[in-house]
């Protein structure tokens, strides 16, 4: 036994996370009580390095907003389309504060009541729209692309939808298509 040299022992330390916080704010309005666990699932399976300078996720209810958020038009995709359809939003980081995401739950929870497959369906709505705006922050801080940004987001939703639905719901290949193919047909509802 040597006396210089000592055994280190390394411990795998686990991935440091950037903590993003989940806050709600409602007016009015009561959530429905799996929002805050299913947002918080899903924000849990993204990689640490893609939430990398996202300060938080904000739960709100758009019908409680200012009227003029609420009757407003957005452009996307060189289209005017109403606030009421918005269903989450991206707030670049600017003047020192972080960027960050609100989602509009009264919106989200109206489209989940509509669907009789709730809880993977809810799955779906809830995760396309918060991974949409999380490839918006990708798209931004890490990995620009010039191309179509709601065309980024929505390829950066799709992929961390995916990858969240595989490693929590393990189904045959064949199913997942089926899978796919109705949550195509809701995606396409909501826009």
């Known amino acids: 036994m040597r006396s210089g040299n000592k055994l280190v022992e390394q411990i795998a330390q686990p991935e440091s996370r950037t903590r993003t916080v989940i806050h709600e704010f409602y007016n009015d309005y009561v959530p429905p009580r799996y929002v805050r666990k299913l947002v918080t699932n899903l924000l849990f399976s993204v990689p640490a390095r893609y939430l990398h300078g996202?300060?938080?996720?904000?739960?709100?209810?758009?019908?409680?907003?200012?009227?003029?958020?609420?009757?407003?038009?957005?452009?996307?995709?060189?289209?005017?389309?109403?606030?009421?359809?918005?269903?989450?939003?991206?707030?670049?980081?600017?003047?020192?504060?972080?960027?960050?995401?609100?989602?509009?739950?009264?919106?989200?929870?109206?489209?989940v009541v509509l669907h009789p497959l709730i809880p993977l369906l809810r799955t779906g709505i809830f995760g396309l729209v918060l991974f949409?705006?999380?490839?918006?922050?990708?798209?931004?801080?890490?990995?620009?692309?010039?191309?179509?940004?709601?065309?980024?987001?929505?390829?950066?939703?799709?992929?961390?939808l995916t990858d969240y639905c595989r490693e929590r719901y393990p189904f045959p290949k064949p199913l997942y298509k089926l899978i796919g193919w109705t949550l195509k047909a809701v995606a396409q509802e909501l826009e």
């Not at 957005?74 to 991206?90: A, D, F, I, M, N």
């Not at 999380?134 to 950066?156: L, M, N, Q, Y």
């Open 54 to 111: 996202l300060d938080c996720v904000v739960l709100t209810n758009q019908s409680g907003a200012p009227r003029r958020q609420r009757l407003g038009k957005v452009t996307s995709r060189k289209r005017r389309l109403p606030q009421s359809w918005v269903r989450g939003r991206y707030h670049h980081a600017h003047q020192g504060k972080a960027a960050w995401i609100e989602l509009f739950v009264d919106n989200l929870s109206a489209a």
């Open 132 to 160: 949409h705006e999380i490839g918006h922050h990708i798209e931004a801080t890490i990995k620009p692309e010039f191309r179509e940004k709601e065309d980024v987001a929505d390829s950066w939703s799709k992929r961390l």
